[in-house]
């Protein structure tokens, strides 16, 4: 009987580290977006109080290294080739 119980707590134990690791690894995935988020609003607010050419590629150049599209402003990007 304890044999059986053993494996149960076992098998128990092992959803739980599972989940832990599940967790661990959202977390780190959303303050990376934040970090990013962050990141764009920093170049958006230094783009709007500048209002210059210098500024306005920042934010540019933060907003395609987020992965959205210049072209029809989507992330990801929905061109499929009507721009070239």
Same mark, same amino acid.
């Given at each position: 009987?304890?044999?059986?119980?053993? &494996?149960?707590?076992?098998e %128990?134990? /092992?959803?739980?580290?599972?989940? %832990?690791? &599940?967790?661990?690894?959202? /977390? %780190?995935?959303?303050?990376?977006?934040?970090?990013?988020? *962050?990141?764009?609003?920093?170049?958006?607010?230094?783009?709007?109080?500048?209002?210059?050419?210098? $500024?306005?590629?920042?934010l %540019?150049? =933060?907003? =395609?290294?987020?992965?959205? $599209?210049?072209? $029809? *402003?989507?992330?990801? $990007?929905e061109? *499929?080739?009507?721009?070239?």
């Open positions: 009987m304890s044999e059986i119980f053993e &494996r149960i707590l076992q %128990k134990q /092992n959803e739980i580290d599972l989940l %832990k690791a &599940r967790e661990a690894s959202s /977390n %780190k995935a959303w303050q990376g977006h934040f970090r990013q988020y *962050e990141e764009l609003v920093q170049a958006a607010f230094m783009a709007l109080d500048n209002n210059s050419p210098e $500024c306005h590629f920042h %540019k150049q =933060v907003l =395609v290294k987020q992965g959205w $599209c210049t072209m $029809c *402003e989507c992330s990801p $990007c061109c *499929e080739g009507q721009y070239d």
